[in-house]
């Protein structure tokens, strides 16, 4: 038995309370731009609506992406101080492991086949992870990514070495997350590590060196 | 420039006492052999205003009240209070009786009583909003005027209540901040800066800002709680700073600050960054002294502030219209090829040179700027300027004194930024200036703004580094303010604002 937040902010705002598999209570609003606005009253909600108290939590599960930055990091700096607040361990769960868990589990059509999950990346690029099925835990066996890339580039490199695969496309949801990570608490693989899945460098321009302002209007 | 001070009344105030008294009670004074007796017995308190001047030496003596408390009475009275006809409206009245307040707490009183006459509806409406209720009549009690005599009572608020642990969270630029207060007492003050990873890039990167803070939120909670000698439970609200600054590193201490408060079940304050700069105050005074003229230099801001009221009423006479003075210190200090941040290595090789080598332009300080522009401020041009002249220098194949180049920058900027600051303040008859942010650390700064505010008749106020420079408690310190003046806390929808207006005090 084991009581679970998860708090995923790679695409909306998506908060559930769980207790195992059972959701109780969820929240989730699909803006790519409000989780500033969105995450206190989300989490406020499941357990307003619940009646359940913050302290009986026993994880605090964050998605960790990979998604766009601002929003992913209002998601996991949340879930990192809700764990600090009522004292609950804290779980870090890859986003994507979490849309294949739900693809597989309620998709029929999909047990055994390799599968793509693509998300937006932006800038022509899409996050993408590779799955083989589910293991005997029912957690998602990883063939490979996560990663970020072109769409077509990413798809000629994994045939090339994977073969066939179906694609998805998708946006992870906290009941979800929060199932992954009681699978991997029961199979004992759950990870601590809440960090940022960014997959690339910030943007920032180095200086040239000596660099002066504008162009020049003497000399 | 007048300053008011309230200090406990000696003996040798009675003379001065004794001609307010007559001033102000022109019809049922009492007694100079009543007066002394109220001074010298053991049960009573009365405290004096005692204004000093610039002008003159000495104080003078404007204005006085009395508490009267018996030991082992929990009740206690207000004996009497006046203020000389000419310093009415100046909040002296109000800060007496706050004064007698906190004395009835301190020697155990749960109540105060008082009189006041029925035609004196002032005097009724201030002890009304320090929360005195009437609770009798006494008919034609002032003689021999004949006047109905209102007898108010307060509850004295426990010392408990209005003393609420608020943890505050800043992450509106390059530091994440931490700090814990309780009241107006600093109790921890944790920063944990991303200026290193700033550096190679010559300035803030947002995106290294907000990565940054998200690494460092547990952190430095952690360090703050245990610095503080408190556990997060003990936390009566939380405060966050949601604007103005990078919108990507303020929706970090936003969601963070959220979750913290509805884990815990407490309030949450959304407040604003470039007031909690002005806030930082009260950790140091016990209060912010308004009205005052705030200056807030960093790398992000160059604010010119005017403060009615912390909470109440912040007014923006004016900022930079393109960089930021922190800002162009870091490009010029580049530009001369000096390490970031600018401001450090800008001031210590200025040392070495004279600031009044070469005169640079000094931003938005022509007749027809100061029409428009009076307390706004330009560092663009200066920064442009810098550039030309050292290309000029080079150019030619001169050799030319980098600490000349460095101290004359340094003056324009500082020179700009004081003279805009003393205008507000002597343009407002405002007799005190507050400066905040980082750049307050540069030493010419200092320097400057406390010979042009002495020359002026103007108090300057420095808080200590910690608190000038992006901080947590700053944000914790104005939280408390809002708590303790009662106000609602803010609705949990709140985001973060990049442009928050400074008359966003707090975010409803």
Known sequence: MALILAVDTTAGTSVALLRDDRVLAEFGHDSGVKHAELIGSAIHEVFERTGVRPQALDAVVVGRGPALFTGLRVGIAAGLMFAEAVGAKLIGAVSHDAIALELYSSDGSLPGLPLLITTDARRGEVYWALYGGLEDAGIPVVLAGPGVGKHAQVVVALEAEFGSFTERTGGASAQWVARLAARQMIAGVASEDTTALYLRAPDAVMPKPNQQFGKRVSG | ?508
């Open chain 2, 1 to 508: 420039m007048m300053r008011y001070t309230i200090r406990p009344a000696q003996i040798a105030d009675l003379a001065a006492i004794m001609e307010l008294e007559h001033d102000a009670f022109a019809s049922d004074y009492w007694s100079e052999a009543s007066m002394r007796d109220e001074l010298t017995a053991s049960h009573t308190s009365y405290f004096v205003v005692a204004r000093t001047t610039s002008a003159e030496p000495g104080y003078r003596v404007v204005g006085y009240a009395g508490l009267a408390k018996l030991p082992g009475s929990t009740q206690s009275d207000v004996q009497t209070i006046a203020v000389e006809s000419r310093e009415r409206d100046k909040g002296l009245g109000r800060r007496l009786m706050e004064q007698l307040i906190a004395e009835a707490r301190r020697l155990g009183a749960t109540e105060i009583f008082l009189d006041v006459r029925a035609d004196n509806p002032v005097a009724q409406h201030l002890y009304e909003s320090l929360g005195f209720e009437t609770i009798d009549r006494r008919k034609t009690y002032y003689q021999p005027d004949g006047v109905d005599a209102i007898v108010m009572r307060l509850v004295i608020p426990a010392a408990t209540e209005v003393q609420p642990v608020v943890l505050g969270i800043e992450s509106s630029c390059d530091e994440t901040g931490v700090g814990i207060v309780r009241g107006t007492t600093l109790l921890a003050n944790v920063i944990s800066s991303s200026m290193e990873a700033h550096a190679r890039f010559g300035g803030v990167v947002p995106e290294v800002a907000a990565r940054a803070h998200l690494e460092a939120l547990q952190p430095t909670i952690r360090k703050a709680l245990a610095e503080a000698q408190i556990s997060l439970e003990e936390v009566d609200a939380i405060a966050v700073a949601n604007g103005p600054g990078l919108a990507g590193a303020l929706m970090v201490g936003v969601g963070a600050a959220k979750a913290l408060a509805v884990g815990l079940g407490k309030p949450i304050y959304a407040v604003n960054h470039l007031v909690g700069h002005v806030g930082a105050d009260v950790l140091e005074r016990g209060e912010v002294e308004v009205p005052t003229i705030a200056l807030l230099v960093s790398g992000g801001h160059t604010s010119l502030l005017l403060v009615r009221d912390l909470i109440d009423d912040v007014q923006l006479l004016g900022e930079t219209i393109d960089d930021a003075a922190g800002e162009a210190f870091d490009k010029v200090a580049r530009l001369l090829g000096l390490r970031y941040p600018g401001g450090p290595e800008i001031d210590r090789v200025a040392a070495e040179g004279d600031p009044k080598a070469i005169r640079f332009p000094r931003g938005l300080t022509l007749p027809k700027d100061m029409e428009k522009h009076r307390y706004d401020f330009s560092f663009s041009g200066l920064k442009t300027a810098v550039a030309r002249w050292v290309e000029v220098a080079q150019d030619s194949g001169q050799e030319f004194s980098v600490p000349d180049v460095a101290a004359s920058f340094r003056e324009a900027v500082v020179d700009v930024l004081v003279s805009k600051a003393v205008n507000a303040c002597l343009d407002h008859k405002v007799p005190r200036l507050l400066l905040g942010g980082g750049v307050v650390a540069n030493r010419r700064l200092r320097e400057v703004a406390a010979e042009r505010c002495q020359a002026n008749g103007i108090e300057l106020r420095i808080p200590a580094f910690d608190l000038c420079t992006d901080n947590g408690a700053m944000i914790a310190a104005l939280g408390a303010q809002l708590v303790m003046a009662g106000r609602q806390a803010s609705d949990l929808g709140f985001g973060a604002d990049s442009t928050l207006p400074v008359t966003t005090i707090q975010t409803a």
